[in-house]
């Protein structure tokens, strides 16, 4: 969303309202759902060239969980606010980069579908959440690690 500089230095406080999609994003982990991020707030005049930029985001963002990579959605509420100052020359003040680092700071570290997911099976694949598998997970040894079984 970009605001017009000259317009900001008449105007007090500016009311916004716009969505963001994944379209307009770059370096996000997750992915916004079909109904993009709703970004609300205000941009107030501080000075000449320095605003206050104050938003909430309210979305839901799609992760992969860390153990069985189920597309596992979580619902994001995040405030910001920061000053933003413009170089005299600027013409435009774009908001989106301000938009994706909020969201990128606030990205969670790690996203489980639940607390008891088992995961993946480490030889076949299998999501152990839906299926059991045939694996034998213990009787089956790497041939290269014969040389530490003997040192048991």
Request: a negative charge; one cysteine or more; hydrophobic letters at 35%.
């Amino acid at each position: 969303m970009n605001f017009e500089i000259n317009k900001l230095l008449q105007e007090k406080i500016i009311p916004f309202e716009f969505v963001v999609k994944n379209t307009d994003l770059n370096d996000i982990e997750g992915e916004l759902d079909e109904n993009g991020a709703l970004v609300r707030g205000t941009i107030e005049k501080i000075s000449k060239g320095n605003f206050l930029v104050t938003f909430t985001i309210e979305m839901t963002m799609i992760f992969p969980c860390a153990r069985c990579l189920e597309p596992t959605p979580i619902n994001c509420l995040y405030d910001y606010t920061d000053t933003v100052t413009v170089e005299d020359d600027e013409a435009i003040l774009d908001l989106l980069p301000i938009v994706e680092e909020c969201i990128y700071i606030n990205e969670p570290f790690r996203v489980l579908c639940s607390e008891e997911c088992v995961g993946l099976c480490p030889k076949c694949g299998n999501n152990l959440n839906h299926e059991q598998c045939e694996c034998d997970k213990f009787g089956d040894y790497d041939p290269r690690f014969e040389a530490l079984k003997n040192l048991l």
